[in-house]
């Protein structure tokens, strides 16, 4: 008699085992249950990174004019850094002080060169390092009252170095260069960028 009840557990077991994968097969599809247990990717417009008491620490999002970035916050909720693809492809790397104001920009800076641009406290640029698309590179510091270039100091993409000293309005009063063949140049010019004396 035991062996007839084992016998019968072991087919109900069977039978039960056959009839739950066949309705499982049927209630869930095949590609829904690989997809559960292989997941690779997970897909999203905007991830928003919180700490452990739920404020908000950082911002993962592609915008409405398709700029990919990653934001960065503080404790306080301030934006402290951020790294930006644009559309076009230009890339940059953004930190900014406790105010909010930008302090550093790597990567595409404004006028659309590549390279280093700094910023004071009140978020405007005073010092640059730049490269165009032709290889002339330049550094640049500017007024910190006003934001004009006062001096630049580039290399052509000839390879001709030149020394330029602008005046409060950002007018070229004085240069110095040495041409690709060599030769030496000085140029003074007056507030109405009249050349005053060239040697």
Known sequence: ??????????????VGGNF???LWGHLIPRE?????????????????????????????QVDQKGIAGVS??????????EFRVGADGGAAIAFFDQSGSKRVLLGET????DGLA???????????????????????????????ARVGLGVSSSGE???VLFDQSGRDRAEIHVTVNGKPGLALADENGKSIAGL
């Open 72 to 81: 960065l916050e503080d404790q306080t909720g301030r934006q402290r850094s």
């Open 161 to 163: 170095p030149a020394l």
């Open 20 to 22: 739950g994968g066949a």
């Open 32 to 60: 829904a249950e690989a997809a559960a247990h292989a997941a690779r990717a997970l897909k999203a417009e905007k991830f928003v990174l919180v700490d452990t008491d739920g404020n908000e620490r950082g911002v993962f």
């Open 1 to 14: 008699m035991k062996d007839r009840k084992g016998w019968l557990y072991a087919i109900l077991a069977l």
């Open 118 to 148: 700094i910023y004071s406290t009140g978020g405007r640029q005073i010092a640059g390092f730049t490269v165009a698309d032709d290889n002339a590179s330049s550094v640049t510091l500017y007024d910190p009252s006003n934001g004009r």
């Open 110 to 113: 404004p006028g659309g060169r």
